[in-house]
């Protein structure tokens, strides 16, 4: 099947820096990548929507300059966290779909903020 | 507000028995529904998934029935094995938005050999 790649799987940094999360579809062209967050024991929750070549779509709550999402090809999409801080530590997870099939999900990308 | 929700958070099932996992759901523009698998530190796998024109799908061991008019699917797992224990989250979809999931809160499964 398809496959939705990420990179780093696990990163920590200080608080304050930047982190830089990559979602790379492998095999396929996606115009639309999807961001979702877990906080432990709890569901996937769907941060935005990046729109390749426009901007993203952030659900409400989210914000959209501490969370920027850059959709610069059809196969990558990337979400930095600015100014990360110890309640940004999460699980972060991209998606994308070849065409209208099956959504496929990347392996995730654990952040912990010291 | 929690739009589709898991309120079992845990189900242990001895193998070989049927695993009985529940969503409901509140938003009756909801169309389209799935079911993922995850285990820790790992992005979901999709299972299996319904339409909402459909009120059964089945594919192998894993089957999952809507009903609509109770706003309710259930994911039905026979015979379960050791290797299905994970946690499973439903996740449905509105007419349109096919890509926009709205996640439950997660079901861990438990299946002892």
């Known amino acids: 099947g398809a496959v939705v790649s990420q990179h780093p799987s696990w990163v920590i940094c200080k608080s304050g820096t930047s982190v830089k999360i990559e979602c790379r579809s492998l095999?396929?062209?996606?115009?639309?990548m999807f961001w979702y967050r877990q906080f432990p024991k709890q569901s996937l929750m769907l941060m935005a929507t990046?729109?390749?070549?426009?901007?993203?779509?952030?659900e409400q709550g989210v914000e959209k300059d501490k969370f920027l999402i850059n959709h610069a090809s059809l196969t990558l999409s990337t979400l930095t966290v600015t100014s990360a801080h110890p309640e940004d530590s999460s699980f972060y997870i991209c998606?994308?779909?070849?065409?209208?099939?099956?959504?496929?999900f990347g392996e995730g990308s654990r952040l912990t903020v010291l | 507000d929690q739009q589709v929700k898991q309120n079992s958070p845990s189900l242990s099932v001895q193998e070989g028995r049927i695993s009985i996992l529940n969503c409901d759901y509140t938003?009756?523009?909801?169309?389209?529904f799935l079911w993922y698998k995850k285990y820790p530190a790992e992005g979901p796998t999709f299972l299996i998934s319904?339409?909402?024109?459909?009120d059964k799908n089945e594919d192998g061991r894993f089957t999952v029935f809507l009903n609509k008019s109770a706003k309710h699917l259930s994911l039905h797992i026979v015979p379960s094995q050791p290797g299905d224990s994970a946690v499973y989250f439903c996740?449905?979809?509105?007419?349109?938005?096919?890509?926009?999931?709205?996640f439950g809160q997660g079901t861990t499964l438990q299946v002892k050999p």
């Open positions: 998606s994308a779909r070849p065409g209208t099939g099956e959504l496929f």
């Open positions: 095999d396929f062209q996606a115009t639309t």
């Open positions: 990046s729109n390749e070549g426009s901007k993203a779509t952030y």
């Open positions: 938003n009756s523009m909801f169309d389209y």
């Open positions: 319904i339409s909402s024109i459909k």
């Open positions: 996740a449905a979809s509105a007419r349109g938005n096919t890509g926009k999931l709205i």
